[in-house]
């Protein structure tokens, strides 16, 4: 990814709760195997490659988690388990899936079309309908919910924390309340100056 979560306009690359949760409701609404892989997308932050990749055994049950094959590294073989909630698992469940076969057995652009599909029915943005922008809207998300750092890289998969630390950036409530502070002061010092203004007014 680069080394931004905003576009060459300004605009950012990761859907915020609102739009996050729009999405999931949308996409719980699809037939079975199509909510699946969009729930799949949105909260384990794998990528679109990853997801498509799945076979019934790499859903495990008795972990609570995915199991994922990291595909951008240099060497195949390498997995990684991102938990998964109950409500995703129980999903899965219904899915009648052979072993050894893929879960999904579109491509890469039917799963592209899918999502964006889905995240057009949910409101969400032209610029924003991108399996990738769950991805960064899942770093995000786990930021500012204070993962670990370490954690958030092990579960997105990047060889480089330095990657990862880049979701650390986004705006958060916890900013916003800070900023907020400076914003009640100054709304108090306008409402005293407006309320002496009317005064000095009345009087004169």
């Known amino acids: 990814m680069s080394g931004s979560l905003f576009d060459r306009s300004g605009c950012r690359k990761y859907l915020v709760s609102q739009e996050r949760c729009a999405f999931v409701v949308t996409a719980l609404r699809q037939d079975e195997l199509i909510a699946a892989f969009c729930l799949t997308l949105a909260i384990s932050g ?81 610029a924003l309908r991108k399996p ?14 204070r993962v670990p750092l370490n954690i958030v890289q092990r579960w997105l998969g990047h060889a480089r924390i330095e990657t990862t630390a880049i979701y650390t950036d986004a705006l958060g409530d916890e900013e916003r309340k800070l900023a907020r502070r ?23």
């Open 46 to 126: 794998a990528r679109i490659s990853e997801v498509l990749a799945l076979m019934p055994e790499h859903i495990d049950h008795l972990n609570g988690a995915f199991v994922f094959e990291t595909l951008k590294r240099r060497k195949r073989g390498i997995f990684r388990a991102v938990p998964a909630p109950d409500y995703a698992l129980k999903l899965f469940s219904k899915l009648q899936i052979e072993p050894g076969q893929r879960i999904w057995p579109w491509c890469r652009t039917t799963a592209w079309k899918i999502v964006k599909s889905v995240m057009r029915d949910a409101g969400i943005s032209d």
């Open 132 to 145: 990738r922008t769950l991805r960064h809207t899942f770093g995000v998300d786990a930021g500012q919910n």
């Open 182 to 204: 400076s914003w009640d002061a100054l709304e108090l010092a306008v409402k005293q100056m407006q309320q002496e203004t009317n005064s000095t007014t009345r009087n004169t």
